[in-house]
């Protein structure tokens, strides 16, 4: 089978609807829409919960909790792994070398985490806000340095 000798299955086209094209059609006069009424008028769109005026399921029941999102601490997170791939003569890592290699998107509202996947075999200085211990563990072991800063 070749892919110019593919074939739908029979029933999976169908024609377009064509609404407001005559009584005939089966579309025709209301098209499809009901009779008069909010919904019915072009540009309606009713957003959801919204009950007519009356008041609304989610006004009527009680709110409890707390949601943390707006407060949460946002990581950038770079492995060990993709700190041995930079360039051999970059001696000193931080979140700005980190964007210019491409490895994180740009630092703004997030903090920069390195974690411990992958092997380095070159003495680095790392400066990031945490370091996994596995991290610490292995750019350490390499030679390098793991610098906690502005967490």
């Not at 086209?13 to 609404?19: E, L, N, T």
């Not at 006069?29 to 005026?53: D, L, M, N, V």
């Not at 964007?99 to 903090?111: E, M, N, S, W, Y």
Request: glycine share 16%.
């Amino acid at each position: 089978m070749k892919l110019h000798e593919l074939k739908n299955v029979p029933g999976a086209v169908h024609r377009k609807k064509r609404v407001g094209c005559g009584e005939g059609g089966g579309h025709g006069k209301t098209s499809g829409r009901g009779g008069k009424g909010q919904s019915a008028r072009s540009g309606s769109s009713i957003r959801p919960g919204f009950e007519g005026g009356q008041m609304p399921l989610y006004r009527k029941l009680p709110h409890r909790g707390f949601n943390n999102y707006n407060f949460r601490a946002a990581y950038a997170t770079v492995n060990v792994g993709d700190l041995a791939k930079l360039d051999a003569s970059i001696t000193e890592v931080n979140a700005g070398v980190l964007v210019k290699a491409g490895l994180v998107r740009d630092i703004d509202d997030t903090q920069l985490k390195i974690l411990g996947d992958g092997e380095i075999g070159r003495a680095l200085k790392v400066t990031a806000a945490k370091f996994s211990a596995s991290a610490k563990e292995k750019i350490e072991k390499a030679g390098g340095q793991a610098i906690v800063v502005g967490a």
